[in-house]
C-alpha cells in the first residue's frame, strides 16, 4: 500500500466561496462550495461531479434514488474574482493585524 499524504498548510479556498472547475468532466462549471475535507484535500461544490444514490426507506425517510454530490479535489478548482466574476489566484496580505485573503488580480479582499 503507498503512504498517506495529509495536507498540513493553509487551504486558498473555503466555505461559502464561488469557484470554477477548472479540470476534469464538470471543466467550466461554477457553484459554491458547500463543505471542505481537509485532511483529503477536497470539496464538495454544488452540482458538481453528482452520482446517484440509493437509499432504503427508513422511518425518517423514504427510500429512492438520490442525487449527491461527490468530493471534488482542490487543484481541480479556481476561485472566482467577486468583483469581475474571472478567475483569480489568491495571496495573503495583513490588514489591521489580521492575515486576509486577496485577489490577485483586482486586488480586492475576499470576505
Known sequence: MGKKVVYEGKLH??????????????KGVEGEILQILPRKYRAIVEDVNLAK?????????????REINNPIHL??????DPKTGETTR????MEDGKLVRYSKKSGETIR
Not at 479556498?13 to 464538470?26: E, F
Not at 487543484?75 to 472566482?80: A, D, E, F, Q, T
Not at 489568491?90 to 496580505?93: S, T, V
Open 13 to 26: 479556498l473555503k466555505k461559502g466561496d464561488r469557484v470554477r472547475v477548472i479540470a476534469g468532466a464538470y
Open 53 to 65: 444514490k440509493h437509499a432504503k426507506p427508513t422511518n425518517e425517510r423514504a427510500g429512492g434514488i
Open 75 to 80: 487543484s481541480n478548482l479556481m476561485l472566482l
Open 90 to 93: 489568491i495571496g495573503r496580505r
